[in-house]
């Protein structure tokens, strides 16, 4: 292996890891400018160091595993989410020539793999407490993931048959006139939403919501598996607003400014969408979560599919 390699696979946890927590602040502050209110302003210049502070304190808490619990699946439960998130970020181009793993041919099925084996970590969480709160959170998040799989990848069949490849530089590269946004604007609805049901974040946060469940499938987490599991979400943000700009946006696709600073300006503006959810919806019930998956976005995604191969068949017949 070669020394550049090295650095890389040392150098990319770190980096998304200290992203994600430097989203923390960045949500506060969003959610504090939109709700009329103070964001945390109090450690360092406007705040910044809030990420710090708390990262700080929670290295120093308790470390507790309950007594009841199932204390090996208890401990690897949060790992096995991290480890996923973190390992699909290797198929992400930043730009033509910048990715942790390089050109994947089946990038996009990587990608939705990873994300498909992180349902155990919700659900091991779970069941490994050995409480009613946690087990019923571990199940909501495993019927709601599961579900919103299928739709994601159906919305995804129309990006792939246009660009005729699972590779993302080549679906990047099939949008070089068109951004797929235009054509695949019902994909990308469906995509969207199935994306905020995937990272449960409001307000698809059903598996851990707090008005009901406690904290759900990890009301028994406490110190820095609690943190696994908070920082797990923010990058899983990161990782659907990356795959977002390169199947959808584009990628680095931009006229005078870098590859790499283009991609980065659009995967901050799908972040910043994510947030101004958080401020701006209710949360649904569980059955209406679940009703508008398979009553409304499987109908729409298989539609999306059908068009698009009639489409693209017309268009190969002329």
Known sequence: MTYPAILTIILTP???LGLATVLTWVERRLLGLWQDRHGPDRVGPGGVLQAVADGTKILFKQDWV???ADRGVFVAAPAIGMMTVLLSFAAIPVTTRAGIAGDMNVGLLFILGMMGLGVYSVVLAGWSSNSKYALLGGMRAAA??????VFMGLSLLGVVMMAGSFSLR???AAQAGLWFIVPQCLGFGVFMLAGIAETHRLPFDLPEGENELGAGFHTEYSGMKFGMFFISEYAGIVLVSCLVTTLYLGGWRGPWLPAGVWFALKTSCVVVFFILLRAGLPRPRYDQLMALGWKV???LSLFNVMA???ILMLRASL
């Open 14 to 16: 770190i980096v998304l």
């Open 66 to 68: 309950p007594p009841f």
């Open 144 to 149: 709601q993931m599961i579900s919103y799989e």
């Open 170 to 172: 080549d679906i990047v």
């Open 297 to 299: 976005l499987l109908p």
């Open 308 to 310: 698009t191969g009639t």
